[in-house]
Structure formats: C-alpha cells, structure tokens
C-alpha cells in the first residue's frame, strides 16, 4: 500500500535560517540599504500609476520616467515650503523669549494660584527671577543648539548624499518592477505555485490597501491642519499642519506633535486665548473628520491592522533596525498579518482541529 511520504523539518529550518540572515542583512546594513529601502516603497506605491500609462500607450521606460519625476517634484516642493518655515518658528522662538516670561509671570502663574488655592503654593517671585537670570543664558544655548545642530545639519547632508541616487533607484525599480515579480514568480517550485500566487495577492492587497491608502490619508489630514492653520491666522501654520500630516501615519501621534507645536505658537503670536482655543479647534475638527471619515472611507477596516500592531510594529523595527525599521515595519507587519491569517486558515482545516 503507498505510503505518503512525510515532508520533513527541512525545509522549514532553511527558510527560518534564510529569514534571519535577511534580518540581520537589513540590520548590518541599515545605512547602505535606505535610499534603496525608500526608493523600493515609493516603486510599490507608484507602480499601479506607471501600469495606467502603459495602458494609455506610453512605453514602460516613459511612462517610469514621468512618475518618478512627478514623485520627486512633490518630495521636493514639501520640503521647501515645510523647512524654511519651521526654520523662521525657530528664530521666532528665541526672539520672543521675553514674551514667554511675561506671560508666565502675569498671566500663567497666577491662574495657577487662583486655582491651585491652598494646595499649590506657587512662589512666583522666585520662579520669574530664575527665569529672568537665566534668560539670557537660555537664549544662549538655544542660539548654541540651532547653530550645531545647523552645521550638524550639514553633515547630515553630506551623509545623505546617498539619496542623490533616490530618483535613479527609484526609476530603475519603476522600470524593472514587472520583469521582477516575473522572475521571482518563475523560481517557486510549481507544487507551489497556488499557494504562492495566493498568498502573495493577499499581501499585495493588504499593502496596497494600507500603504496608498494611508498616503492619501496623510496628505489630506496634512492640507485640512495646514489650510486650518492658515485660515486661523497662525504664523507657520501651514508647515505646523504639514507636520502633523505626515505624522498620522503613527495613531495619535500627528494630531499630538501637532496640537502641541501650534499651541506653543498660538501662546506665542495671539493676545489672547481665543486664537489658542481656535487652534484647538482646528485640530479637534481634523481628529473627528479623520477618525469617524477620512481614515474608515479610504483605509477602510478590511486590512486588520489595529492601532495597537501599528504602534508595536514602528517601535520594534525602529529599535531592530533604526530608521530603516521605521520604513519596512508597516509593510512586514502587513506581511505578518496575512500569514497569521493563512496559518490559522490552515490550522481549522487540519486534521488535528477537525479530528474528534
């Protein structure tokens, strides 16, 4: 009688070893690996667009071309417009120090006594005189701190110089993208092949879903604080807003950075606290418009991943693997998801489960 013949641990030990070589490969070579890293996420999200100009009859090269310049110009234009900007808020920062000790010794500290009462004894006339003896000092050391970290700034330029390759990396990924799915998917073993085209269209789906979907939820929150921002009034808004755009990829912490920065800056540049409360008002308006419309309509909850893996995710690649983690954490968290859902899938379907 034919026996069937067991599949032994082999080849699982192989992939589990193959695994963590990669891991450790990205580890070891974090630095090398990021213009690449980068350039290989915006080829994934940018991909479907470069296919809809083949469909409109332009070659692949063109078509690869016109995205990546496309791709680029925006990169570029969000940094000029975000950087000088924050840079002014800086300088104005330190210009307006002063101010924040007036406000702290007329209007801040003695709130806090009329409602602190008898529980908070607050001594404020030695709190405003340590605050005005080492105001000098303060400015000091932030003048100090902008100066190094401006020349440090420098070095990370010239450090960045990798990036230049960015827009040749991310042309030639554009270009080369379908020749490569095509190889990868020649060199799985036929056996295989249905397992593999299915688990691999799951996890494009999930990616897919999750990183365009999240971009364009990025860009949106960014206009609704940045436009929000400006109409209030607030110097530096739009770049304030932008900022907290681009950090909602991270539940809760854009809204927070960004709630947090334009308070500073409200408190700083408003008479009153009528300009603070229609800031908070801003942001209050962008958490609700996200949270129950923006994220649920072009995200959607059909992907899974919950804000608790999210936070989980970007922390413990970011402490593995440093900024290189940041940017792979979100898509192999994706990853994760699907073969969790392939192997509990496999697991009901057992004879192990279904055995009485």
């Given at each position: 009688m034919y026996q069937k013949k067991k599949r032994g641990y082999k080849p699982w030990i192989v992939m589990?070893?193959?695994?963590?070589f990669m891991v450790w490969l990205f580890y070891a070579l974090g630095n090398i690996l990021t213009p690449f890293i980068v350039a290989a996420v915006l080829a994934y999200v940018l991909n479907p667009l470069v296919e809809w100009l083949?469909?409109?009859?332009?070659k692949r090269g063109i078509a690869s071309m016109m995205v990546m310049i496309l791709a680029l110009l925006v990169l570029f234009a969000l940094l000029l417009i975000i950087v000088p900007m924050l840079i002014a808020q800086v300088g104005n920062l330190i210009d307006r120090l002063p101010q924040i000790v007036?406000?702290?010794?007329?209007v801040l500290l003695p709130w806090l006594n009329r409602v602190g009462g008898d529980f908070i004894d607050i001594d404020n006339e030695s709190i405003v005189a340590w605050l005005q003896s080492h105001m000098g000092e303060l400015s000091n050391t932030l003048k100090t701190v902008m100066s190094t970290v401006m020349k440090q700034s420098g070095n990370v330029v010239a450090g960045l110089t990798n990036l230049m390759l960015l827009p040749f990396l991310l042309y030639y990924f554009l270009l080369d993208w379908k020749r490569w799915s095509y190889g990868i998917n020649a060199l799985v073993p036929r056996r295989f092949i249905d397992g593999y085209t299915r688990i691999t269209s799951n996890m494009d789906r999930v990616l897919g879903e999750f990183l365009r979907g999240q971009l364009m939820v990025m860009l949106i929150m960014g206009l609704i604080y940045g436009i929000g921002l400006m109409l209030v009034g607030l110097d530096s808004g739009f770049a304030i807003g932008m900022i907290a755009g681009i950090l909602v990829f991270v539940p809760y912490l854009g809204a927070f950075t960004g709630l947090l920065l334009a308070t500073i800056a409200a408190v700083l540049q408003f008479p009153s606290w009528t300009g603070v409360l229609m800031v908070w008002g801003v942001f209050g308006i962008g958490q609700f418009l996200e949270s129950f419309f923006i994220t649920p309509k072009i995200v959607g909850d059909r992907i899974g991943l919950s804000p608790f893996w999210v936070i989980f995710a970007l922390m413990a690649f970011g402490q593995l693997m440093g900024f290189v983690g940041m940017l792979i954490g979100l898509p192999l968290a994706a990853v994760t998801l699907v073969l969790v859902r392939e192997g509990v899938a496999a697991y009901f379907d057992s004879r192990f489960y279904?055995?009485?």
């Open positions: 589990a070893a193959v695994l963590c083949q469909r409109k009859r332009f007036d406000f702290l010794q007329n279904k055995h009485k």
